[in-house]
């Protein structure tokens, strides 16, 4: 399984702006900073955050990024998702008649990556960015 720095990146930077949302809109440049992420490759996450709806730009001096909806009602799947970014621990696709291995079964071990995936999805699912939020908090203490 693969999780490219795209994803890690879009969680990291909407968990930034997340804790600091409810104050002002947060700027590109502010979660670059404190993150340790490229402005140019943040701006090119944001664009299909956007996208997706899950921030909006607040232009002006003290413009900046938003959350569209609650930390908790935003999933690490629908970041994933706009990033367009796949968990996947199969190279073959599901619906396909082809295994893994490009013959015409599935390899001895398909099973068991497929049902891993499902775990790791399902994971996803559950976790929002308010539940990273507080996580945070929590180890602070």
Same mark, same amino acid.
Request: hydrophobic letters at 35%; a positive charge.
């Given at each position: 399984?693969?999780?490219t ?5 879009a969680?990291m930077?909407?968990?930034?702006l997340?804790r ?7 700027s590109?440049?502010d #979660?670059?900073?404190r ?10 996450i944001?664009?299909?955050l ?9 232009r ?10 609650k930390?908790?009602?935003?999933k690490l799947?629908n #970041? ?5 970014e ?13 295994g893994c291995?490009g013959k015409?079964?599935k ?12 775990? #790791? ?21």
């Amino acid at each position: 399984m693969k999780l490219t720095s795209k994803g890690r990146y879009a969680v990291m930077a909407l968990v930034d702006l997340a804790r600091f949302n409810n104050i002002n809109p947060v700027s590109l440049r502010d #979660i670059s900073l404190r993150q340790g992420i490229s402005l140019d490759y943040l701006e090119q996450i944001f664009s299909k955050l956007r996208k997706k709806d899950i921030v909006q730009s607040v232009r002006g001096n003290q413009g900046g990024y938003v959350l569209n909806k609650k930390a908790k009602e935003i999933k690490l799947t629908n #970041i994933f998702d706009a990033v367009d970014e796949k968990v996947k621990t199969v190279q073959c696709k599901k619906e396909s008649k082809k295994g893994c291995n490009g013959k015409s079964t599935k390899c001895l071990t398909h099973n068991l990556w497929d049902e891993l995936e499902n775990h #790791i999805n399902d994971f996803f699912e559950k976790k929002s960015l308010e539940d990273l939020i507080q996580d945070n908090v929590e180890r602070r203490i």
